[in-house]
């Protein structure tokens, strides 16, 4: 195993002509000599967002400054350190990690229960903490909820396993990359499938020392800090259960992947739109609000995933569900009268119900993933 493979994205708008270590987003086609050892010779190119495919120079908009696959991190604490100097030369805290694993296929192949119920719970959690936490999660295309298409991908992968790493399209739903926990294919080396956990929720968030009354006065202020807390947690509980997962010793979890099911979802909602009285075709569907919102031209996956979730009956469920109906009914009514509504109250509005329902649910799974992570420990 091969833990802690860490990358930043830069930007042109970083610290000036050097940022990261080669000036101009366009012309970072190679580390300059003043570049740490660790830094790849050439960097990794994300996919552009869709937005801007057909620009100009659009494959080079998204450089990321990636640890050399020659030279892996040894620990978590050496991970977290090259994430410094990154960010120290770029200023950039855009952060990713890799806890890469050599097994042969059969070893995960055999583990593979385990391993879908693990990033559920892990995702699980995960996604809805995020959730919770700002509106932009709610449909962000770089972090969605895992599901079962998710699940179904890694395995085939691994019951097919080719030479070559595995490249999910950016508009793929079943992508196994755009995840907070994302399970990566690699390709095989020497009869053994190489595979990662690709970590891209780890926040770093600004924290500012309190300060201390001394001798009457004040010390002086201190500069706030980057805190790596969050990162080290997550970033150690996913080292500790690579190397269980290499081991064929995974922790057994009953967690069956989540299915997003949109009919499903409509269900529910066109019964509680029943419930509430409202009338037959004030409201018509979650794809439909979505559009009228500006926030997706069909449903975001974030906003599936509480229906897939969470129980039919489950309070916190209804409470959404007829926040959703009501909002949705609003919004239409506003199109059909050719009023402009204020959206980003509505958008504000949805957050709300949907954080509501996600501090419950986080809640809930929290004493499930730290008993995962006490089995990945032993």
């Given amino acids: 195993m091969r833990p802690g493979l860490c990358a930043a994205r830069s930007s042109s708008s970083e610290?000036?002509?050097?940022?990261?270590?080669?000036?101009?987003?366009?012309?970072?086609?190679?580390?300059?000599?003043?570049?740490?050892?660790?830094?790849?010779?050439?960097?990794?190119?994300?996919?552009?967002?869709?937005?801007?495919?057909?620009?100009?120079?659009?494959r080079f908009l998204q450089p990321e400054i990636v640890s050399d696959q020659s030279?892996?991190?040894?620990?978590?604490?050496?991970?977290?350190?090259?994430?410094?100097?990154?960010?120290?030369?770029t200023g950039h805290a855009g952060t990713q990690y890799h806890v890469f694993i050599k097994a042969e296929p059969r070893v995960l192949l055999a583990q593979m229960d385990r391993l879908e119920g693990a990033l559920q719970i892990f995702n699980d959690v995960l996604f809805a903490r995020a959730a919770a936490e700002s509106e932009r999660n709610l449909s962000h295309a770089s972090l969605r909820p895992w599901h079962h298409g998710r699940s179904r991908r890694v395995r085939r992968l691994l019951e097919q396993p080719g030479p070559d790493a595995h490249v999910p399209a950016a508009d793929d739903p079943d992508s196994e990359k755009h995840a907070f926990v994302g399970l990566r294919y690699w390709g095989m080396e020497?009869?053994?499938?190489?595979?990662?956990?690709?970590?891209?929720?780890?926040?770093?968030?600004?924290?500012?020392p309190a300060n201390r009354a001394v001798g009457g006065g004040l010390e002086s202020p201190s500069l706030p800090q980057r805190d790596y807390s969050?990162?080290?947690?997550?970033?150690?509980?996913?080292?500790?259960?690579?190397?269980?997962?290499?081991?064929?010793?995974?922790?057994?979890?009953?967690?069956?992947?989540?299915?997003?099911?949109?009919?499903?979802?409509?269900?529910?909602?066109?019964?509680?739109?029943?419930?509430?009285?409202?009338?037959?075709?004030?409201?018509?569907?979650?794809?439909?609000?979505?559009?009228?919102?500006?926030?997706?031209?069909?449903?975001?996956?974030?906003?599936?995933?509480?229906?897939?979730?969470?129980?039919?009956?489950?309070?916190?469920?209804?409470?959404?569900?007829?926040?959703?109906?009501?909002?949705?009914a609003h919004a239409k009514a506003a199109e059909d009268a050719g009023r402009e509504d204020n959206l980003a109250h509505l958008r504000y509005r949805v957050w709300s119900a949907y954080a509501d329902w996600a501090g419950a649910y986080e809640h809930a799974q929290d004493a499930r993933l730290l008993s995962l992570v006490r089995a990945a420990a032993r």
């Fill in 190 to 208: 020497a009869g053994k499938a190489v595979v990662s956990f690709e970590l891209r929720g780890a926040s770093l968030p600004w924290k500012r």
């Fill in 230 to 328: 969050g990162a080290r947690e997550l970033l150690t509980f996913a080292a500790l259960y690579a190397q269980a997962l290499a081991r064929g010793a995974a922790p057994a979890v009953a967690q069956p992947p989540v299915v997003l099911d949109e009919a499903a979802a409509e269900r529910i909602l066109s019964a509680r739109a029943r419930a509430l009285g409202v009338p037959d075709g004030a409201y018509d569907g979650l794809s439909a609000f979505a559009r009228r919102l500006g926030v997706a031209q069909s449903t975001p996956q974030g906003w599936l995933f509480a229906f897939a979730a969470s129980p039919a009956d489950s309070q916190e469920l209804n409470a959404l569900a007829d926040e959703l109906v009501v909002l949705a």
């Fill in 71 to 89: 030279r892996p991190a040894a620990s978590v604490e050496q991970a977290l350190a090259r994430t410094r100097a990154v960010i120290a030369e």
């Fill in 15 to 58: 610290r000036g002509a050097q940022a990261a270590w080669s000036g101009k987003v366009s012309l970072i086609l190679r580390k300059t000599a003043a570049a740490p050892e660790f830094v790849s010779e050439h960097p990794h190119m994300e996919p552009p967002p869709d937005a801007y495919r057909a620009a100009a120079g659009a």
